[in-house]
C-alpha cells in the first residue's frame, strides 16, 4: 500500500497534467509526463503521450464551459496511471514532485491546485481547510453552544 503523500501526489500530478491541457504549460507538463512514464520503456513513453494529446484534444475541443467537466472526467484516470507508475518506479517520486510544481507555478491562478494531507490518529479530532476559514465552538463541557452561536449544524462553520 502506497503511503497518502504519494497518493497525494499522484493526485496533484494528474490535476496539473488536466489543467496544463489547453495552456501555454501544455507542452513541457506533456513532455515531463512521457519522460516520467518512458521510465517503462519507449513504448510506454509514446503511448502515454497519444493518450494525453486524445485527452488534450477533447479539452481543446469542448463546448464553452464543457472543458471543466472532462477535466473532472479525466483526473482520476491519470490519477491512477500516476499511482501505478510510482508503485513500479518508486524513483520517480522526486521527478514527479518536480514536474508538478514547475506545471502548477506555470498555470493560471484558477487551474492552480494546491495539496494538503491531513491525517488524524490515536482518537485525535483534525480541522483543516483550504482557501477559506473554518469557525468551530464548542463549550468546555463538551456541548454546542446555544442555536443562535452556531455556526451550521454541527457548530462547525
Known amino acids: 500500500m502506497l503511503a497518502e503523500s504519494v497518493t497525494a501526489l499522484a493526485g496533484a500530478g494528474a490535476t496539473a497534467l488536466i489543467g496544463a491541457m489547453a495552456t501555454d504549460m501544455w507542452q513541457g507538463a506533456r513532455s515531463g509526463a512521457v519522460r516520467l512514464f518512458g521510465r517503462g520503456g519507449e513504448a510506454r ?22 472543458a471543466d ?35 502548477q507555478s506555470g498555470l493560471p491562478a484558477e487551474r492552480q491546485v494546491c495539496v494538503q494531507s491531513n491525517t488524524a490518529r490515536d482518537n485525535a479530532t483534525l480541522f483543516a481547510v483550504q482557501g477559506g476559514n473554518l469557525h468551530y465552538h464548542q463549550a468546555a463541557d463538551g456541548q454546542l453552544p446555544p442555536p443562535d452561536e452556531q455556526h451550521g449544524r454541527d457548530g462547525a462553520s
Open 69 to 103: 467537466e472532462i477535466r473532472e472526467e479525466l483526473q482520476p484516470v491519470w490519477r491512477r496511471r500516476l499511482l501505478l507508475l510510482l508503485e513500479e518506479h518508486p524513483d520517480s517520486e522526486a521527478e514527479l514532485r518536480e514536474l508538478v510544481e514547475r506545471v
Open 45 to 66: 513513453g509514446n503511448a502515454i503521450g497519444a493518450q494525453l494529446d486524445d485527452d488534450a484534444v477533447l479539452v481543446v475541443r469542448a463546448e464553452p464551459g464543457g
